[in-house]
C-alpha cells in the first residue's frame, strides 16, 4: 500500500528548523525530569486519597519539597555492588534502560507549526526567516511513528540484562518475566497503531494530528483500538496490574532487586519517563494532539485551533497537549491502586488469546474501511469488531480453568461430600 500524500505543509528545513529542534529537546528534556519528580508525589497523593490516608506533607510547604528530599536520599544512599555480578553489564543496565525512555519522545509534536514571520519585535527580517515555518518538535522526521515505536522497544535489553547480571534468581525471574511481557504485547501495540496509520494515510505526527481534525479524535473513531494500544502501553511500560517482574509477594523486587543509589533511580526514573512518552503518544494518536474540538463539527467552523500559527498559539497548543499528557498519567495511577496484578499466566493469556486477535480483527476491519474509502466513518469498523468479539469469544477454544475450586474435607466453602457411588474424579487434584 502506499501513503496517502501528506496534506499538511512541511518545514521549510534548514538551520532555523535545526535550531528549533535543538530548542525544543532541551527544554522539553527538563520539563519532562522536572515532571517525573512531581508525578511522582503525585501518585504517592493519588493512592493516598484512594486509601484515605493523607501522603507526604512534611517537607516543605504542603509536601512540595518531597521529590527533592528522595532524590537527595538516592544521591546520598550507599551505591553497594552485590558479589557475584557481571559488573560491566550490571553497571550499563540502568543506562540501557533510561536511554530509550529519553530518546523517544523527540518525535512527539508538542505544539503545531510556528510561522517565523510572526516574531515580535521585527526579528524575522533581522534573522532574515521572514515567510519560513518550523514544527515545535524535537526532530522533524516524517518516519516518526517507525521511530519512536524501535526506539521504545529496545528498553527490554536494560531489564532483562540487570536481570541476568544481578547474580540472583529473584533478578533473573523479574527478568524473564518483564522480557516475555514486552515482547508479548509489542505485538498488539504495532497492530493498533497499524489500524492508526491506515486510517491517516500517512506516518507523519502531524497528519495523523490533522486527518483527526478533519473528522473525529480517534479514540471516538476507533475505540477498540484505543483501549489496546493504553493496555499495551501499560504493559511496556511495567506498570500495575501489569507489574509482574516486580512482583513485590514473589520476587521482591524484581529485576532491579540487587540495586541501590542512583543506579535504583535511574530504574524508577526510566519507568515515568516511559509513562510520559507513551502518554503523549497516546495524546497524538487517539486524542487528537493540539486539538480541542472531539468531533469535527461539533464545535462552529474555525473555533479549533489552526495547526500553523503565531507565538502565542504555540503556548495555547503546548499547554493543551501537556494537560492530556498529564491527564492521561494520573489515569494510569488510578489504574494501578484500583484494580489488582494479573497473574503471569493470566498476563500472557491476555495478549495471545485476547488483544492479539481482537487487534487483527480491528486491523482487518480498518483495511475494510480504507477500501472502501470511508475513513470518516471508522467508528462504524469498531461497532462491528465489538459484536464480532462479543458473539466469537464464547465460542473460542480455552484452557482449563487451573483455579477451579476441589472438595476438601473440613472445608465449609467447598466441602467433600462422600456418597455411595459418587464420581471418585471429582475429587483427583489437576
Known amino acids: 500500500m502506499i501513503l496517502a500524500q501528506a496534506a499538511v505543509a512541511p518545514s521549510s ?16 528534556l527538563h520539563v519532562i525530569l522536572l515532571s517525573c519528580a512531581y508525578l511522582i508525589m503525585l501518585e504517592r497523593k493519588l493512592s493516598a486519597w484512594m486509601q484515605d490516608r493523607v501522603g507526604p506533607n512534611r517537607v516543605g510547604p504542603a509536601g512540595l519539597l518531597q521529590p527533592i528530599a528522595d532524590g537527595l536520599k538516592f544521591l546520598f544512599k550507599e551505591d553497594y555492588n552485590p558479589s557475584g555480578v557481571d559488573k560491566t553489564l550490571f553497571n550499563i543496565a540502568p543506562g540501557l534502560i533510561i536511554i530509550p525512555a529519553i530518546s523517544a519522545f523527540v518525535i512527539i509534536p508538542w505544539a503545531g507549526i510556528l510561522d517565523l514571520s510572526s516574531l515580535p519585535f521585527g526579528l ?58 514486552m515482547l508479548s504485547y509489542e505485538i498488539p501495540m504495532g497492530l493498533a497503531l497499524l489500524c492508526i496509520v491506515l486510517a491517516s494515510g500517512s506516518i507523519d505526527p502531524y497528519e495523523i494530528i490533522a486527518q483527526q481534525q478533519r473528522t473525529a ?34 520476587l521482591v ?32 494518536l487517539f486524542l487528537g494532539g493540539y486539538s480541542i474540538d472531539p468531533v469535527a463539527g461539533l464545535l462552529p467552523p474555525g473555533w479549533d485551533l489552526p495547526m500553523q500559527g503565531s507565538l502565542l498559539l504555540i503556548a495555547v497548543q503546548f499547554a493543551v497537549v501537556f494537560t492530556k499528557v498529564i491527564l492521561m498519567v494520573a489515569f494510569a495511577m488510578a489504574i494501578r491502586w484500583t484494580i489488582p496484578r494479573f497473574r503471569f499466566d493470566q498476563l500472557m493469556r491476555l495478549a495471545w488469546e485476547g488483544m492479539i486477535p481482537a487487534s487483527v480483527l480491528c486491523v482487518a476491519a480498518a483495511a475494510v474501511m480504507v477500501f472502501l474509502g470511508r475513513q470518516d466513518a471508522m467508528w462504524i469498523s469498531s461497532l462491528v469488531c465489538m459484536a464480532l468479539i462479543c458473539i466469537l469469544f464464547p465460542l473460542m477454544p480455552r484452557q482449563a480453568n487451573v483455579n477451579r475450586r476441589l472438595p476438601m474435607r473440613g472445608s465449609r466453602f467447598s466441602p467433600l461430600i462422600e456418597e455411595p457411588g459418587e464420581d471418585e474424579s471429582l475429587y483427583d487434584a489437576p
Open 13 to 28: 528545513g534548514g538551520w532555523p528548523q535545526i535550531i528549533v529542534n535543538a530548542l525544543v529537546i532541551g527544554v522539553m
Open 253 to 284: 523486587g524484581g529485576y532491579h532487586t540487587e540495586y541501590s543509589s542512583m543506579k535504583f533511580a535511574l530504574f524508577f526514573l526510566g519507568e515515568y519517563f516511559h509513562m510520559i512518552t507513551g502518554a503523549a503518544f497516546f495524546t497524538l
Open 217 to 250: 479524535w480517534n479514540v471516538l473513531q476507533q475505540p477498540i483500538v484505543a483501549i489496546l494500544f493504553y493496555t499495551c502501553m501499560l504493559a511496556e511500560s511495567n506498570r500495575a496490574p501489569f507489574d509482574l517482574a516486580e512482583a513485590e509477594s514473589e
Open 124 to 181: 524575522s527580517e533581522t534573522l532574515g526567516v521572514t515567510g519560513l515555518v518550523v514544527r515545535i518538535s524535537g526532530a522533524d522526521l516524517n518516519v516518526g511513528l517507525i521511530y519512536l515505536i524501535a526506539v521504545a522497544s529496545l528498553g527490554v535489553y536494560g531489564v532483562a540484562l540487570g536481570g541476568w547480571a544481578s547474580n540472583s534468581k529473584f533478578s533473573f525471574f523479574g527478568g524473564l518475566r518483564a522480557s516475555a511481557q
